[in-house]
């Protein structure tokens, strides 16, 4: 499975210019002024993991293929865009399509690029933001309990919908409803509200070490456990570079990490995902799953037919695969396992299944 994040912000906070260091292309239109992106840019890449590089070495394997992720770089929302303001109806029908949110906030001072607000508040942005998407969910749950759309709706969407409906108007969190409710049912709502967030500050080069003012009101509010602190310029300027000059440049700065590895690494636990590998001469794989994912269902992730035909997995775990150099030793020295139907997937198992066609 690949997962899909979308970028959104309010106009001119960067979020093109990010889209684009991150798929590492030049697809989204970067300018100054609103609105430049109208239709979604959509850049699929690889996810990057030093395993994979070590588990291809060992299985000498001919290919080796990154799990992807997805960014969709969504055009700019506005106050009013629930009611059309803007691209408002076509931006936020973008944002039910993605898995996760990445809020991109202004957390810099610029005479050169605009701002559609007279300052920077990187709080005020975000509450926009939030309460346009909030007043959309209002308005989709309200259409759907109305008489004549209530009766096609089954009772757990129906007990969903209305309990979303008394913390709106009521003023309750409406994240309360993933306390009460599991994910499948939550994400077959298509409310906007309740996706998986991550906050991304665009500063300046100046702050992108130790953040600045703007970024420490932010994670007053709202903490730092979702939150990144992120320069798109720089990130542009990291892409354009060899690798070798990379890690100079990264250095220099003071950067441990770009910001996709970042991204990836938040929305990975956000959306409580794992990732495990098949290890060959042919090709080293990495694949996505959800964390507590069965053998069956992570083996149908490769195909449905080895999920029917499921028998059991023959499962390392990465330390012992690494330590005993591949698949024979570890076999030789008992660190392989059998696994049937109930076992649940650890990240960074080394997986083959065995199963009827």
């Given at each position: 499975?690949s997962?899909?994040c979308?970028?959104?912000?309010?106009?001119?906070?960067?979020?093109?210019?990010?889209?684009?260091?991150?798929?590492?292309?030049?697809?989204?239109?970067?300018?100054?002024?609103?609105?430049?992106?109208?239709?979604?840019?959509?850049?699929?890449?690889?996810?990057?993991?030093?395993?994979l590089?070590?588990?291809s070495?060992?299985?000498?394997?001919?290919?080796t293929?990154?799990?992807?992720?997805?960014?969709v770089?969504?055009?700019?929302?506005?106050?009013?865009?629930?009611?059309?303001?803007?691209?408002?109806?076509?931006?936020?029908?973008?944002?039910?399509?993605?898995d996760?949110?990445?809020?991109?906030?202004?957390?810099?001072?610029?005479?050169?690029?605009?701002?559609?607000?007279?300052?920077?508040?990187?709080?005020?942005?975000?509450?926009?933001?939030?309460?346009?998407?909030?007043?959309?969910?209002?308005?989709?749950?309200?259409?759907?309990?109305?008489?004549?759309?209530?009766?096609?709706?089954?009772?757990?969407?129906?007990?969903?919908?209305?309990?979303?409906?008394?913390?709106?108007?009521?003023?309750?969190?409406?994240s309360?409803?993933?306390?009460?409710?599991?994910?499948?049912?939550?994400?077959?709502?298509?409310?906007?509200?309740?996706?998986?967030k991550?906050?991304?500050?665009?500063?300046?080069?100046?702050?992108?070490?130790?953040?600045?003012?703007?970024?420490?009101?932010?994670?007053?509010?709202?903490?730092?456990?979702?939150?990144?602190?992120?320069?798109?310029?720089?990130?542009?300027?990291?892409?354009?570079l060899?690798?070798?000059e990379?890690?100079?440049?990264?250095?220099?700065?003071?950067?441990?990490?770009?910001?996709?590895?970042?991204?990836?690494?938040?929305?990975?636990?956000?959306?409580?995902?794992?990732?495990?590998?098949?290890?060959?001469?042919?090709?080293?794989?990495?694949?996505?799953?959800?964390?507590?994912?069965?053998?069956?269902k992570a083996?149908?992730?490769?195909?449905?037919?080895?999920?029917k035909?499921?028998?059991?997995?023959?499962?390392?775990?990465?330390?012992?695969?690494?330590?005993?150099?591949?698949?024979?030793?570890?076999?030789?020295n008992?660190?392989?396992?059998?696994?049937?139907k109930?076992?649940?997937?650890?990240?960074?198992?080394?997986?083959?299944?065995?199963?009827?066609?």
């Amino acid at each position: 499975m690949s997962f899909k994040c979308g970028i959104v912000g309010l106009p001119n906070v960067g979020k093109s210019t990010l889209f684009n260091a991150l798929t590492n292309s030049s697809k989204a239109q970067a300018a100054n002024f609103p609105f430049c992106t109208i239709d979604p840019n959509v850049g699929m890449v690889p996810v990057p993991d030093k395993r994979l590089t070590e588990l291809s070495k060992i299985s000498k394997s001919k290919k080796t293929i990154n799990t992807t992720i997805s960014f969709v770089d969504i055009a700019g929302l506005v106050k009013g865009a629930s009611k059309g303001e803007g691209l408002g109806n076509k931006f936020l029908s973008h944002i039910r399509e993605v898995d996760a949110v990445i809020h991109m906030i202004r957390c810099f001072d610029s005479d050169d690029i605009q701002n559609v607000n007279p300052n920077v508040d990187p709080i005020r942005d975000l509450e926009i933001i939030e309460t346009e998407m909030l007043l959309a969910d209002l308005e989709s749950i309200q259409k759907r309990l109305e008489k004549n759309n209530k009766k096609n709706i089954d009772e757990e969407q129906l007990n969903i919908l209305e309990t979303a409906l008394d913390c709106i108007n009521n003023d309750k969190n409406i994240s309360l409803l993933k306390t009460q409710f599991n994910n499948k049912l939550l994400n077959q709502t298509g409310l906007l509200s309740i996706k998986p967030k991550i906050y991304v500050c665009n500063v300046d080069e100046q702050s992108v070490q130790t953040g600045n003012n703007y970024t420490k009101d932010f994670f007053n509010k709202y903490g730092e456990e979702n939150s990144l602190i992120i320069s798109a310029d720089i990130e542009n300027q990291i892409n354009e570079l060899q690798t070798e000059e990379k890690r100079n440049y990264m250095d220099m700065i003071g950067l441990k990490d770009t910001g996709l590895t970042l991204l990836i690494q938040k929305g990975y636990k956000i959306l409580e995902l794992d990732t495990y590998f098949t290890s060959g001469p042919e090709e080293t794989r990495a694949w996505t799953i959800k964390k507590n994912c069965t053998a069956p269902k992570a083996a149908g992730e490769i195909h449905t037919d080895f999920e029917k035909g499921f028998i059991r997995a023959e499962t390392i775990s990465y330390e012992d695969f690494i330590a005993n150099d591949g698949w024979a030793n570890s076999k030789l020295n008992g660190k392989m396992r059998l696994e049937g139907k109930d076992y649940i997937v650890k990240d960074g198992d080394i997986l083959n299944f065995r199963f009827n066609t």
